[in-house]
């Protein structure tokens, strides 16, 4: 398992609804190999996108004559789901992350590939394919909308500088 960024606007295009899981497979492997530049036959196998199904991180079979592969898929999109929704770093939801399934070597006895089994190693796998991919927080930034009387804007200021907050606009209201 290999984890990569995804390439710039992926990200957003996925949250934005542009590529989704419930797209047509065809639809959705033209979008990714025109505007993002990946391969076709790949951008057809997207097993998955998390968090909660919709998410901008997504899974990728790269895995080529794999003996019982479908038989986990469902423990493995189980473990990314839970792995995505906690992150791995500050246990935080990921994003914009595509986890690259390169080879998996499973136990020829179906007892050894259930659900048990399968889903807390695959949220290992998906955690150290992260931490080997130098992986990076990002800052969260709100945009805020802040109604005060005009006696109050030299605390808002300050407070604002402290957070490394900007003000992008002051406007006055009359008769407010």
């Not at 020829?108 to 659900?115: E, K």
Request: charged residues 25%.
């Amino acid at each position: 398992m290999e984890a990569r960024p995804l390439e710039d606007g992926l990200a957003e295009a996925i949250d934005e609804g542009t590529i989704g899981p419930r797209d047509d497979p065809k639809n959705r492997s033209k979008i990714l190999s025109e505007q993002y530049g990946w391969d076709k036959d790949l951008a057809k196998k997207i097993w998955c996108f998390g968090p909660e199904t919709t998410g901008p991180n997504m899974v990728v079979d790269m895995c080529k004559g794999v003996q019982y592969l479908n038989e986990i898929k469902d423990s493995v999109v189980a473990g990314f789901q839970w792995a995505s929704k906690e992150g791995v770093l500050s246990e935080e939801n990921m994003r914009g992350i595509c986890f690259e399934a390169c080879d998996v070597v499973l136990h020829t006895d179906a007892i050894h590939r259930g659900g048990g089994q399968i889903i807390p190693t695959a949220r290992r796998v998906f955690y150290a394919s992260q931490l080997t991919a130098k992986p990076r927080l990002l800052e969260p930034v709100y945009m805020v909308e802040i109604q005060a009387p005009e006696q109050a804007l030299g605390g808002i200021y300050s407070v604002l500088n402290q957070k490394r907050g900007h003000v992008f606009e002051e406007m006055q209201r009359p008769g407010t």
